[in-house]
């Protein structure tokens, strides 16, 4: 099997604009949207690959770079590209500072434009709640790492069942949107946002879900009272 290629459908291309729309803004109202923790979640999530001396690291729906620039500054030597389907998002992260040491590619997570067997390691934040076939994401990051390669991801989940349900989800779905009006003048972008973090999969169905795909040795680790997750799996050597 070679290079998957295909064009993005009309889902893709709706999420697509919104994101050109919010790029410039996007890595405020994360901070926002995670009370500040949002650095540690990023560090975590390449920490979880355990990345070896020279790997080729790849992130999706990279958006602004987070997870690619971390993965460069934990590991010198790694060589790390960067795809996401949003070009503003795309040309936020080539301007920072250190861009031009990643090589950035517009392109879709369900058709993954790599071969077989590329990379040593994949992250991925925000991505799974994006995409219309989650099945599909996660068959095409395994045929394009390496037998033996990880995967780590950083995701939303619903609130657990319990006491902080009602508050978590009143800030997620009334407090979000009000403060992404604030900052980027986007609020419909936020509300949709908010919207699928509160309809996404639990934490369990996700690790399943990367069992069906074929992964092994998977994983998560929950953080503000079960409403975030880091994954981690690995391709069978």
Not at 1 to 21: I, K, L
Not at 121 to 130: D, E, K, M, V
Request: charged share 20%; proline share 5%; with cysteine.
């Amino acid at each position: 099997m070679t290079t998957h290629q295909a064009a993005v459908d009309s889902h893709g291309a709706t999420v697509a604009e919104m994101f050109d729309q919010i790029a410039d803004r996007y890595d405020l109202m994360n901070l926002v949207m995670t009370w500040g923790q949002e650095p540690r979640f990023i560090r975590d999530t390449v920490a979880a690959l355990k990345l070896g001396p020279t790997p080729k690291v790849l992130d999706i729906a990279t958006g602004t770079g987070d997870l690619a620039f971390e993965a460069a500054n934990q590991r010198y030597g790694a060589e790390v590209h960067g795809l996401d389907i949003s070009n503003e998002m795309l040309e936020v992260a080539r301007r920072r500072p250190g861009g031009q040491n990643i090589t950035w590619l517009t392109g879709d997570a369900m058709a993954l434009p790599y071969e077989d067997d590329t990379f040593d390691a994949i992250t991925h934040g925000y991505l799974l709640r994006n995409v219309t076939d989650i099945a599909a994401t996660l068959k095409e990051q395994y045929r394009v790492l390496k037998p033996g390669g990880m995967m780590s991801c950083l995701e939303m989940s619903p609130a657990p069942r319990d006491v902080i349900k009602p508050f978590s989800t009143a800030y997620i779905k009334y407090i979000v949107p009000r403060l992404a009006n604030a900052i980027t003048q986007n609020p419909d972008a936020y509300e949709y946002l908010s919207r699928t973090s509160r309809a996404f999969h639990t934490a369990d169905r996700v690790e399943h879900m990367m069992q069906e795909a074929g992964f092994v040795a998977t994983g998560y680790r929950s953080y503000m009272f079960g409403t975030m997750a880091i994954h981690w799996a690995q391709k069978p050597a």
